[in-house]
């Protein structure tokens, strides 16, 4: 029983960052009717500056602070000059750019940083009142930061203007844009918001799995799996789709399948709900009168 225990808490603790990644996908995906292949590689060269910060002697929790901001000035950036101007483009052509942001960012991380692995420090290990026989203090924490994160993103789309107004440039545009809403402004916020929920992803994941350019590969995997499991197409589906495939992967990888077949698991969640429910657990199933 504690073993299982054991598994369960780890599983919550593997999905809530499972969870983050398939939120920042979501959002991308309803801005712009894509799914972002390069989401981890752009956690993960956030991560890097976050190592460069903190090299440089520079507080942990102002580094956290400080590489959110350039992941959300990037992210909007990136909307911006490379997403905008191909609002209109055929979907292979945006598939083909988001290969070669994926491509751009994994090169760039390896050039500037190098492709050797480096610890990253987590900012929980000391803290004695989190230490429990089920999980170690950094994945706790690492948990709780993720969480509080989504509840603020949460609060930001149910209660804000902006939020709100977001949330209609998502789901009609032209709508929005007879009622005063920047559309464009709005899809540059929500690519923002993604790349900086990525960036906390990135940094909280790093601790556990080491820091080098290929870091989030597997992540996205996953991230891609809850995606999908919970709606691609409903932000609040796809956190409880990350959280529902970091339960199923470390209890199959344990008691049924074995720990070197964990990918396996979201490999076949995807094709799965593929085939079986493309719209997800809680995703809406959409019918176009023609």
Same mark, same amino acid.
């Given at each position: 029983?504690?073993?299982?225990?054991?598994?369960?808490?780890?599983?919550?603790?593997?999905?809530?960052?499972?969870?983050?990644?398939?939120?920042?996908?979501?959002?991308?995906?309803?801005?712009?009717?894509?799914?972002?292949?390069?989401?981890?590689?752009?956690?993960?060269?956030?991560?890097?500056?976050?190592?460069?910060?903190?090299?440089?002697?520079?507080?942990?929790?102002?580094?956290?602070?400080?590489?959110?901001?350039?992941?959300?000035?990037?992210? #909007? $950036?990136?909307?911006?000059?490379?997403?905008?101007?191909? +609002?209109? /483009?055929?979907?292979?052509?945006?598939? =083909? @750019? *988001? !290969?070669?942001?994926?491509?751009?960012?994994?090169?760039?991380?390896?050039?500037?940083?190098?492709?050797?692995?480096?610890?990253?420090?987590?900012?929980?290990?000391?803290?004695?009142?989190?230490?429990?026989?089920?999980?170690?203090?950094?994945?706790?924490?690492?948990?709780?930061?993720?969480?509080?994160?989504?509840?603020?993103?949460?609060?930001?789309?149910?209660?804000?203007?902006?939020?709100?107004?977001?949330?209609?440039?998502?789901?009609?545009?032209?709508?929005?844009?007879?009622?005063?809403?920047?559309?464009?402004?709005?899809? #540059? $916020?929500?690519?923002?918001?993604?790349?900086?929920?990525? +960036?906390? /992803?990135?940094?909280?994941?790093?601790? =556990? @799995? *080491? !820091?080098?350019?290929?870091?989030?590969?597997?992540?996205?995997?996953?991230?891609?799996?809850?995606?999908?499991?919970?709606?691609?197409?409903?932000?609040?589906?796809?956190?409880?789709?990350?959280?529902?495939?970091?339960?199923?992967?470390?209890?199959?990888?344990?008691?049924?399948?074995?720990?070197?077949?964990?990918?396996?698991?979201?490999?076949?969640?995807?094709?799965?709900?593929?085939?079986?429910?493309?719209?997800?657990?809680?995703?809406?199933?959409?019918?176009?009168?023609?």
């Amino acid at each position: 029983m504690a073993q299982l225990l054991h598994q369960l808490a780890t599983g919550l603790s593997a999905g809530s960052i499972y969870a983050s990644v398939a939120l920042a996908l979501v959002m991308i995906y309803r801005s712009t009717g894509h799914m972002n292949f390069a989401q981890g590689e752009m956690a993960t060269l956030s991560t890097f500056i976050a190592i460069t910060l903190l090299d440089r002697g520079v507080p942990y929790w102002a580094t956290f602070l400080i590489t959110v901001s350039v992941a959300f000035a990037g992210g #909007a $950036l990136v909307e911006r000059i490379l997403i905008r101007p191909l +609002a209109d /483009a055929p979907e292979r052509l945006m598939v =083909t @750019v *988001f !290969l070669g942001l994926f491509m751009i960012c994994n090169s760039l991380g390896g050039w500037l940083w190098s492709y050797e692995t480096r610890a990253f420090p987590s900012p929980f290990d000391g803290l004695r009142f989190l230490d429990n026989a089920y999980e170690t203090p950094h994945d706790l924490g690492a948990m709780a930061v993720i969480v509080l994160l989504m509840a603020a993103i949460f609060v930001f789309f149910q209660y804000t203007s902006t939020g709100l107004a977001m949330r209609g440039a998502t789901e009609n545009p032209m709508s929005s844009r007879l009622v005063g809403v920047a559309v464009g402004r709005m899809s #540059a $916020l929500g690519w923002g918001l993604a790349a900086a929920v990525g +960036a906390v /992803a990135g940094m909280m994941v790093a601790p =556990t @799995v *080491f !820091l080098e350019p290929n870091m989030m590969a597997t992540i996205l995997v996953y991230g891609f799996a809850g995606a999908l499991l919970g709606g691609i197409d409903n932000p609040w589906g796809a956190v409880a789709g990350g959280f529902i495939v970091g339960i199923l992967e470390n209890i199959l990888g344990v008691y049924v399948i074995g720990t070197e077949m964990r990918m396996s698991v979201a490999l076949v969640l995807i094709v799965g709900t593929l085939v079986v429910r493309p719209d997800g657990l809680f995703g809406r199933h959409k019918v176009v009168r023609v």
